[in-house]
């Protein structure tokens, strides 16, 4: 006998996304073969990412509750947004749901810093380090003193982002946050891994790994542990 309950399976995993018009390259959680499992979208109307990013989500607080709860709704075991800046809402989010919330990639630095030797702790490297503030900060419970990079400044990868841009010219992009990684590894010698704050820095992780030699934690890499919790893998029990 099988039970229903809810009006869609098999999507366990549940995306707040910005509305944004950018490119979606493979990478982005944007793009829905990133993953290896079905996710469910839900595109906050007018929560663009120059709205989020660098004017702190202003008033957006109801709709992205009002969109959280559609997804639980719909079916949803857990839900996650497109923007490390939405942990500045983790406490309100995850109140206002009965299912797990991971708002940031932010939320996984103290996990970093658990498998890093006691000399050694994670760096973030952010899309906008001067509107990444101790409120976002303290929202994914990120360790006072971690240091931060960032791609601001740069010559495409941020503008393109935050500009909502029609174009994205992922070399270019590419260069900008490897640029921006090598700079803050130059800073910080002690720095024993990178977390990618901005979600749209996923399809550059591996070019970051090899050009500073460090281990690389993205939003997506989060996600797959996250799902893997929320619909866990069956094993057969054959030996």
Same mark, same amino acid.
């Given at each position: 006998?099988?039970?229903?309950?809810?009006?869609?399976?098999? *999507?366990?995993?549940?995306?707040?996304?910005?509305?944004?018009?950018?490119?979606?390259?493979?990478?982005?959680?944007?793009?829905?073969?990133?993953?290896?499992?079905?996710?469910?979208?839900?595109?906050?109307?007018?929560?663009?990412?120059?709205?989020?990013?660098?004017?702190?989500?202003?008033?957006?607080?109801?709709?992205?509750?009002?969109? *959280?709860?559609?997804?639980?709704?719909?079916?949803?075991?857990?839900?996650?947004?497109?923007?490390?800046?939405?942990?500045?809402?983790?406490?309100?989010?995850?109140?206002?749901?009965?299912?797990?919330?991971?708002?940031?990639?932010?939320?996984?630095?103290?996990?970093?810093?658990?498998?890093?030797?006691?000399?050694?702790?994670?760096?973030?490297?952010?899309?906008?380090?001067?509107?990444?503030?101790?409120?976002?900060?303290?929202?994914?419970?990120?360790?006072?003193?971690?240091?931060?990079?960032?791609?601001?400044?740069?010559?495409?990868?941020?503008?393109?982002?935050?500009?909502?841009?029609?174009?994205?010219?992922?070399?270019?992009?590419?260069?900008?946050?490897?640029?921006?990684?090598?700079?803050?590894?130059?800073?910080?010698?002690?720095?024993?891994?990178?977390?990618?704050?901005?979600?749209?820095?996923?399809?550059?992780?591996?070019?970051?790994?090899?050009?500073?030699?460090?281990?690389?934690?993205?939003?997506?890499?989060?996600?797959?542990?996250?799902?893997?919790?929320?619909?866990?893998?069956?094993?057969?029990?054959?030996?």
């Amino acid at each position: 006998m099988i039970t229903g309950g809810k009006p869609i399976y098999g *999507a366990s995993l549940g995306i707040l996304m910005l509305e944004a018009r950018i490119p979606r390259i493979l990478g982005d959680m944007g793009h829905g073969a990133t993953f290896d499992y079905p996710v469910l979208y839900r595109v906050v109307r007018d929560a663009s990412p120059d709205r989020v990013v660098r004017q702190g989500a202003e008033g957006l607080l109801d709709v992205f509750i009002d969109a *959280a709860k559609s997804l639980e709704a719909d079916g949803v075991d857990g839900i996650t947004t497109n923007c490390g800046f939405l942990a500045l809402y983790q406490a309100e989010l995850a109140a206002a749901v009965s299912v797990p919330v991971l708002s940031s990639s932010l939320m996984q630095v103290r996990a970093v810093n658990a498998l890093l030797p006691p000399s050694k702790h994670a760096g973030i490297l952010t899309i906008s380090g001067s509107t990444l503030t101790e409120a976002h900060l303290k929202g994914a419970g990120v360790p006072e003193g971690t240091p931060i990079g960032t791609t601001e400044g740069g010559r495409h990868f941020t503008e393109a982002i935050l500009g909502d841009a029609y174009e994205l010219d992922p070399a270019l992009a590419e260069a900008d946050n490897v640029a921006a990684a090598q700079a803050m590894v130059a800073d910080h010698p002690d720095m024993g891994a990178i977390v990618l704050e901005c979600t749209n820095m996923t399809p550059y992780a591996a070019a970051i790994r090899r050009a500073t030699g460090l281990p690389v934690f993205s939003m997506v890499s989060f996600l797959n542990w996250f799902q893997s919790g929320l619909a866990p893998r069956r094993w057969p029990y054959e030996i």
